[in-house]
């Protein structure tokens, strides 16, 4: 029971080149999520999802797209990175609006 | 937006003294939660307070809610040194997701 997992740890960027992150979770959640974390602030939700084949966006969707085509996976795609984008990004997943269960971070560097 | 604040934003304090965080948050919540957070770690779920409760323990921790005031407490009594973290508090309202507050940084000194 591996929890939720995150790919990859860590990555470097080209002002505009892509990338997408994979979240995979093995608790069977309903809910996902994408947040991103930067120096000294909270946690800020970028999009989420509440099943299979739907997404919504959060508070900071902007740059961002995701995909949930499969229930334990979560995919966050950055099309054109931006040194903005710079960030710890991490997965989470919950049944539900109850408890969160976060993967271990991508630690993202766009230059 | 975000709806929860904590307070203060840092406190240092000596091992086995007690330990006080506190959260204020704005809209009529579902459910507030605590986070923990070690430096570059995911966050670690710490207790979950719904709205009809007022108190929770677990452990170490003992959470208060107060919905008249929109204020929630964190305690952690008897602070070890493996305590230093982060500590986020999440609000849920309705169907909407976690907003989380920025944090607390607690350092718990030997």
């Known amino acids: 029971n591996a929890g939720v997992t995150q790919t990859p740890k860590f990555r470097v960027l080209k002002t505009g080149q892509s990338m997408t992150l994979l979240c995979a979770q093995d608790m069977n959640h309903e809910y996902m999520y994408w947040y991103r974390q930067d120096p000294g602030m909270g946690l800020r939700l970028i999009h989420y999802s509440v099943g299979e084949g739907t997404t919504a966006k959060g508070e900071v969707p902007d740059g961002y797209n995701v995909s949930r085509l499969k229930k334990q996976n979560f995919l966050l795609g950055l099309e054109s990175a931006a040194p903005s984008q710079t960030s710890v990004y991490f997965c989470a997943s919950s049944s539900l609006t109850d408890t969160q269960y976060f993967g271990p971070g991508t630690r993202l560097t766009v230059l | 937006s975000q709806q929860g604040e904590e307070d203060p934003q840092a406190l240092s304090i000596q091992e086995g003294e007690n330990a006080t965080m506190n959260c204020s948050y704005k809209?009529?919540?579902?459910?507030l939660q605590w986070y923990r957070q070690n430096s570059g770690r995911g966050l670690v779920h710490l207790i979950l307070i719904r709205s009809n409760e007022r108190e929770k323990h677990s452990g170490r921790l003992r959470v208060t809610l107060d919905t008249s005031k929109k204020s929630s407490s964190l305690l952690i009594t008897a602070s070890r040194a493996a305590d230093t973290a982060s500590y986020f508090c999440?609000?849920?309202?309705?169907?909407?997701?976690?907003?989380f507050g920025k944090g607390t940084r607690l350092s718990v000194i030997a």
């Open positions: 809209t009529s919540i579902n459910n």
């Open positions: 999440a609000t849920v309202s309705g169907n909407t997701p976690l907003v």
